[in-house]
C-alpha cells in the first residue's frame, strides 16, 4: 500500500472515529436513563418490603452500569485513534500504542449489532491488519491486547450471574442513597433463612 493509501487509513478511521463518539454519547444517556430507572424501581420495592425482587432488580442496575462503563472506554479509545491516528501511517501492523484501543474497539464491535460506525471500525480494522488479527480480538486469544475490564464489562454471562454479594452491595446503597432505615443484607438474608428452613421442613 502506497503512502496515499495509509494516509486515506488515518483519515477514514478519524472520520468514523467521530462518528462513532457521538453515537457512543447517545447510548450512553440511554443506559444513564435505564439504569435510573433500575435504581428508582429498587427504592419502589424496598418501601413495599419486597427485598428479594429488590435484589433481583439490582441484575439490571449492574448491567447498565457495566453497559456505561465500556462505552465509555470505547469513547476513550476513539479518542486515542483521532489524537494518534498519526501511527496509521507508518505502522504496517497493528501500533504497539494504539493495540488495546483497536483490540478493545473490535471487541467490542462483537458484542453490539446495531452500531453501524463500530462496525465500520472493525471492516477498517480487518482490512488492514488481516483477519486474523481480528478473530484474535473477537475470540479473545492470549495476545489479543484486549483489557480485562472491556471484557468483564461486555460478558453478558456475568451480568446474569451477578453474584449475590456484589447485588447486596447494589441494594444497600441505593437504601443509604434513599435514606430507606433499614439493613437490607440481613432482611433479605433472614427471607432466604426462612425459605431454607421452610424447605428443609416440608423434606
Do not use: W
Not at 433481583?56 to 472506554?73: G, P, S, T, Y
Not at 497493528?94 to 478493545?104: A, D, V, Y
Amino acid at each position: 500500500m502506497g503512502l496515499f493509501g495509509r494516509k486515506s487509513l488515518a483519515s477514514r478511521v478519524k472520520s468514523m472515529a467521530n462518528l462513532a463518539i457521538s453515537r457512543i454519547s447517545i447510548l450512553k444517556n440511554q443506559h444513564h436513563v435505564r439504569c435510573s430507572y433500575a435504581r428508582s424501581d429498587i427504592v419502589q420495592l424496598l418501601h413495599l418490603g419486597h427485598h428479594d425482587r429488590a435484589l433481583l432488580r439490582a441484575v439490571l442496575v449492574i448491567k447498565e452500569q457495566n453497559m456505561c462503563d465500556a462505552l465509555a472506554m470505547m469513547e476513550n479509545y476513539c479518542h486515542l485513534l483521532i489524537e494518534r491516528r498519526a501511527l496509521l501511517d507508518s505502522n504496517m501492523e497493528c501500533p504497539e500504542e494504539l493495540r488495546e484501543g483497536i483490540s478493545g474497539l473490535i471487541f467490542a464491535a462483537s458484542r453490539f449489532g446495531d452500531f453501524p460506525e463500530l462496525q465500520q471500525l472493525r471492516h477498517i480494522f480487518a482490512s488492514t491488519f488481516g483477519q486474523e488479527f481480528t478473530l484474535q480480538c473477537v475470540e479473545l486469544s492470549k495476545s489479543c491486547g484486549v483489557h480485562p475490564k472491556m471484557i468483564e464489562k461486555l460478558s453478558t454471562h456475568l451480568h446474569e450471574a451477578a453474584g449475590r454479594e456484589k447485588r447486596l452491595k447494589i441494594v444497600n446503597q441505593i437504601a443509604i442513597d434513599s435514606g430507606i432505615g433499614l439493613r437490607a443484607d440481613e432482611n433479605m438474608d433472614n427471607n432466604q433463612d426462612k425459605q431454607r428452613s421452610q424447605s428443609t421442613q416440608e423434606e
